[in-house]
């Protein structure tokens, strides 16, 4: 059975990091690319980072450059979003999806096939 299981999520204070991990089963994961996405309450679903499948290209959202990094374990089957310098507008829930191309751009959900259910991260003092 194809699944994608984040976790890592929690509540944070404001200039605090945390490192959510999406763990999937069922499929060849050295095969995909994948993303990040976050959805605030009341907001639109936004995309925030993506890596290729050679894990040599990445893309981030302008809300997250430069304070999240993403990676990839292909031996754990396992891709991260490491999140620093959290700010409260970063909450939300944040789900991982696995992308329909090897390589990395502004992919919208409809260019995703599987997602995770969800972990949610909370900033706030």
């Known amino acids: 059975q194809l699944q994608l299981v984040e976790s890592g999520g929690g509540l944070v204070q404001p200039g605090g990091s945390l490192r959510l991990s999406c763990t999937t089963s069922g499929f060849t994961f050295d095969y995909y690319a994948y993303g990040w996405f976050r959805q605030a309450p009341g907001k639109e679903r936004e995309g925030i980072s993506c890596?290729?499948?050679?894990?040599?290209?990445?893309y981030f959202a302008d809300s997250v450059k430069g304070r999240f990094t993403i990676s990839r374990d292909n031996a754990k089957n396992t891709v991260y979003l490491q999140m620093d310098s959290l700010k409260p507008e970063d909450t939300g829930i944040y789900y991982c999806?696995?992308?329909?191309?090897?390589?990395?751009?502004?992919?919208?959900?409809?260019?995703?096939?599987?997602w995770g259910q969800g972990t949610q991260v909370t900033v706030s003092s």
């Open positions: 890596i290729s499948v050679s894990g040599t290209n990445t």
């Open positions: 999806g696995r992308v329909l191309y090897s390589y990395c751009s502004d992919w919208g959900p409809e260019d995703y096939d599987y």
